[in-house]
């Protein structure tokens, strides 16, 4: 019942159930405790991941298979190592039916890669090689060992005399 104030009528403001906190003062509320063998947090177990896998029994068995309208399957042959695509229209009716065989991919090998102290000592050797056929070049040039052809290939010095001897020879005769 409410207070009756204010020439007898109640008022609208309800009768606290709690009494008010004073400024300073703590409120202590006591722990609730419920019977029973109550766990706080849920055990959840996980559910396991599911392949929605249509398998058939040839080819006959997945032209047979019901799809709805707007759909597109693939159908796994459980006999062959095949499978089929199958498409519907707005309709339900096959659109489309394909049938794929597994080839198996070969991954391409690793690249393989020089590391630096590789690569300088491949510069190195390269180079050495290089400055020693130079040096022997340079020597064989200077001793007219070989001389340059008009085309810019080397010869033989001894090569290019004996080819120029009888050509020469034979046209000074005409």
Do not use: W
């Not at 055990?43 to 896998?53: E, F, G, I, K, R």
């Not at 391409?108 to 890669?113: K, W």
């Not at 200077?142 to 001894?158: D, E, I």
């Amino acid at each position: 019942m409410g207070n009756l104030f204010n020439g007898g009528m109640p008022t609208t403001t309800p009768t606290p159930a709690v009494p008010p906190v004073m400024p300073g003062h703590q409120v202590v509320i006591p722990p609730i405790t419920i019977p029973g063998n109550f766990q706080a947090t849920p055990t959840v177990t996980p559910t396991p991941p599911t392949l929605n896998q249509i398998t058939v029994r040839g080819k006959e068995m997945a032209r047979a298979y019901k799809l709805g309208p707007n759909s597109r399957v693939a159908i796994f042959d459980e006999d062959e190592q095949l499978f089929y695509f199958k498409e519907t229209d707005a309709n339900g009716n096959e659109i489309a039916f394909s049938t794929c065989s597994y080839v198996e991919v070969e991954e391409p090998p690793e690249p393989q890669y020089l590391t630096v102290q590789e690569f300088q000592r491949f510069q190195q050797s390269f180079q050495d090689t290089f400055s020693d056929f130079a040096k022997q070049l340079k020597e064989e040039l200077a001793n007219g060992k070989f001389v340059q052809s008009q085309t810019g290939s080397r010869q033989s010095y001894n090569n290019t005399k004996q080819q120029s001897g009888p050509a020469n020879s034979s046209n000074a005769a005409k």
